[in-house]
C-alpha cells in the first residue's frame, strides 16, 4: 500500500477507522471478484486500487456505511 495514497485519500475520508474499514471491505470485493472502479496496471495490489478508487471519488461514504 503506498503512502501517498493514504495521505490523499485520508484527506478525504477524515476518520481513520472509517477509511480502513472502507477499504477493508473494497478489498475484500476485489478479491472476491469484482470489478475495480478505476483503470488499474499490474503493480496496484488490491488496497491501492481500494484507495485510488475513495481519491477518484468511485466510492463514498453514505451515512454510516460505505456506498459501494
Not at 477524515?14 to 499490474?42: E, F, H, Y
Request: avoid cysteine; charged fraction near 25%.
Amino acid at each position: 500500500m503506498k503512502s501517498d495514497l493514504v495521505e490523499k485519500a485520508s484527506e478525504i475520508i477524515t476518520d481513520p477507522l472509517v477509511l480502513i474499514n472502507m477499504v477493508s471491505k473494497r478489498v475484500r470485493q476485489l478479491n472476491s471478484g469484482r470489478s475495480p472502479l478505476i483503470p488499474t496496471v499490474p503493480s496496484m495490489g488490491a488496497a491501492d486500487i481500494a484507495l485510488q478508487e475513495i481519491i477518484e471519488g468511485k466510492i463514498k461514504l453514505s451515512g454510516e456505511a460505505a456506498n459501494m
